[in-house]
């Protein structure tokens, strides 16, 4: 068996089956499958795509692209067999690489590595970097969370993803789910790619008054078909989101340009569905409304020439939330963007504004214009949305931890990206008297700690660092929360480091309100020139304290600031856990009023 580090392993190969390989050219494959289970397809990551048709009994019942191997095996994927049960199943392969003779061709490693097996051993090989407490795909590539709905208790999250590789590719929709935001299952795939394209991202509604006719509280999702162009479609579910079936007369929305991650929700006071779609290329987003969910109205557009503009505008959410205990509700509309964030490439932002269930009117500020305003102000947090129907009107988000300039390259194999944790939104008002969003995290979260290892208040930061050791068991897994007063000091350094000096520097700057997020010695940092950097946000407050919450999990480090009024999550891969945390100010005294450092355990 072929596995290694980072694969999938085969379970137990089972001679149920056979595969026979014929050449038909220098870049043209047959591969004949009798059996069942899984066929391993072996992978080389840095290989061009090859094109695989599906025969089934002579059609082409699907098509998918993998980097198959030439030289090596990085690692092996699976093709799973069932729903072909019985059937003749023919691989037509159409491999990218030039070759001079087809002698060349049948030496490509690829065709010796395919195997059967019956079951499959996923067992995380990648221990070290793969989160723990933060949701990961079992194995393969992810990108966007989309489509998530809250129903009888349990959270779905399906999300952007590629079953045949580590890259991007062969979009599906993923599927996982969870009773606690915490632990999460590995559900079935809920859509596959089919005639009209790969199935982009969107959104799932519980129709709770059958307006869409396929039963009361059937599940709705609406996709984006991603062919030659980008269509809206729909899909229905009557188990409870675990297997979807598409509507016939697919696509049932289509427009002349790029439009994709159709985001709709029941509006009560207009008694209508209302639909946010990103125009991508012409940076604004589209609104539209429907009795049925199947027939769209287009009403109006918002943000030509608004906010950010330096990339395209993507995963839009529209939705109300209170501003404090004032009785008043303001309506956020988070417009994903790509490239153009604070600090490169993608990022989220945000405008604040009101909403009549036909145009997004947004707020302006003192001199009159409409503010940029970021979710969150570090590298890795994009295609934030949030779920459908979360109980007790909370406004539960998840954003991917990655970036796209480096999201391919990240030091990881069996698996590419995590999610962030789950956070609720809600609405403050600044020091400068503006509304802000901020995110906290899930109040579910607090489950997850054990007795602190370290729990002390009061103590004097000067120059000499003061410093505190991580759990000595898994330090990179915990959660550290602290306060800082430090109206009287220029500075406030918090650094973690590891035996190897690797850190992670940290700076309050009480006079200008900022908190830094420094990664430039953070352990791997050259996989990709985008990668090392300093992140800084705003603290939103004048008075020189601050607390902090830090969530460590392995690759990736979650910060909230003051209760999550800011945030900033920025992946890391030092090459040992980081075991310490110092702390230390300059240009005059600053209190540590209180630390505790939490093991976490799942
Ligand atoms: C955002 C995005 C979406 C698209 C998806 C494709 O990251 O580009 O606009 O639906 O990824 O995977």
């Given at each position: 068996m072929m596995a290694g580090a980072g694969m999938i392993a085969a379970g137990s190969l089972h001679a149920n089956g056979n595969v026979e390989v014929e050449q038909l050219g220098v870049n043209n494959t047959l591969v004949r499958v009798t059996g069942s289970g899984y066929l391993m397809l072996p992978v080389q990551e840095l290989n061009e795509d090859a094109r695989i048709n599906v025969l089934v009994d002579g059609k082409i019942a699907e098509t998918i692209y993998v980097r198959l191997a030439q030289t090596k095996t990085d690692y092996v994927v699976p093709f799973d067999l069932s729903p072909y049960e019985g059937k003749n199943v023919i691989l037509d392969v159409v491999t990218p690489q030039g070759r001079k003779s087809v002698r060349d061709a049948k030496v490509d490693v690829c065709w010796k590595g395919l195997e059967l097996t019956d079951t499959l051993d996923l067992t995380d090989r990648e221990t070290k970097y793969r989160p723990v407490y933060h949701h990961t795909p079992p194995y393969g590539w992810m990108n966007d969370p989309n489509g998530m709905f809250y129903k009888d208790g349990v959270w779905h999250l399906y999300y952007q993803y590629n079953p045949y590789g580590s890259k991007w590719q062969n979009m599906t929709w993923g599927h996982s789910s969870s009773e606690d935001l915490i632990h999460w299952k590995h559900e079935p795939i809920a859509i596959r790619p089919d005639g009209l394209g790969s199935i982009f991202s969107g959104s799932c509604v519980v129709d709770g008054n059958n307006t869409a006719g396929y039963g009361e509280d059937a599940v709705i999702a609406l996709y984006t078909s991603a062919g030659v162009s980008q269509?809206?479609?729909?899909?229905?579910?009557?188990?409870?989101?675990?297997?979807?079936?598409?509507?016939?007369?697919?696509?049932?929305?289509?427009?002349?340009?790029?439009?994709?991650?159709?985001?709709?929700?029941?509006?009560?006071?207009?008694?209508?569905?209302?639909?946010?779609?990103?125009?991508?290329?012409?940076?604004?987003?589209?609104?539209?409304?429907?009795?049925?969910?199947?027939?769209?109205?287009?009403?109006?557009?918002?943000?030509?020439?608004?906010?950010?503009?330096?990339?395209?505008?993507?995963?839009?959410?529209?939705?109300?939330?209170?501003?404090?205990?004032?009785?008043?509700?303001?309506?956020?509309?988070?417009?994903?963007?790509?490239?153009?964030?604070?600090?490169?490439?993608?990022?989220?932002?945000?405008?604040?504004?009101?909403?009549?269930?036909?145009?997004?009117?947004?707020?302006?500020?003192?001199?009159?214009?409409?503010?940029?305003?970021?979710?969150?102000?570090?590298?890795?947090?994009?295609?934030?949305?949030?779920?459908?129907?979360?109980?007790?009107?909370?406004?539960?988000?998840?954003?991917?931890m990655s970036n796209w300039q480096y999201a391919a390259d990240v030091p990881t194999t069996q698996y590419r990206s995590a999610n962030s944790l789950p956070r609720e939104i809600f609405l403050f008002e600044g020091a400068d008297g503006e509304l802000y969003a901020g995110s906290a995290p899930s109040p579910e979260l607090l489950a997850l700690r054990s007795r602190p290892v370290v729990d002390k208040s009061n103590v004097r930061l000067g120059v000499k660092p003061q410093s505190y050791k991580l759990p000595a068991v898994n330090p990179d897994v915990c959660e550290i929360e602290f306060t800082l007063e430090a109206a009287d000091a220029n500075e406030v350094n918090i650094t973690l480091t590891n035996k190897k000096g690797e850190n992670v520097r940290m700076t309050y700057k009480p006079q200008d309100s900022t908190f830094s997020f420094d990664r430039t010695e953070s352990g791997l940092i050259d996989f990709s020139d985008e990668f090392a950097g300093v992140t800084v946000s705003p603290t939103f407050e004048k008075e020189g304290t601050v607390s902090v919450r830090l969530y460590i999990d392995r690759s990736g480090i979650e910060l909230f600031g003051n209760d999550g009024q800011f945030t900033q999550t920025n992946l890391v891969f030092p090459t040992e856990a980081y075991t310490t945390i110092q702390f230390a100010s300059t240009g005059g005294n600053a209190k540590l009023k209180e630390i505790k450092i939490y093991p976490l355990s799942i």
């Open positions: 269509m809206q479609s729909l899909a229905h579910s009557n188990d409870d989101g675990m297997t979807f079936e598409k509507l016939p007369s697919n696509p049932i929305l289509t427009l002349e340009t790029e439009a994709r991650d159709p985001n709709m929700f029941w509006n009560e006071e207009t008694g209508e569905w209302n639909l946010v779609l990103a125009h991508a290329l012409d940076k604004e987003m589209l609104f539209f409304t429907s009795p049925d969910l199947k027939t769209w109205t287009l009403q109006s557009g918002f943000g030509k020439g608004e906010g950010c503009q330096d990339g395209v505008w993507e995963c839009p959410d529209l939705f109300r939330l209170p501003v404090g205990d004032t009785g008043v509700y303001k309506w956020v509309l988070l417009c994903n963007i790509n490239p153009g964030g604070p600090f490169g490439g993608s990022a989220t932002q945000y405008f604040i504004g009101d909403w009549d269930g036909k145009t997004f009117t947004a707020d302006r500020d003192a001199s009159g214009v409409i503010p940029t305003k970021w979710l969150d102000y570090g590298k890795d947090y994009y295609a934030t949305v949030t779920w459908s129907g979360a109980p007790d009107n909370r406004r539960t988000s998840i954003g991917w």
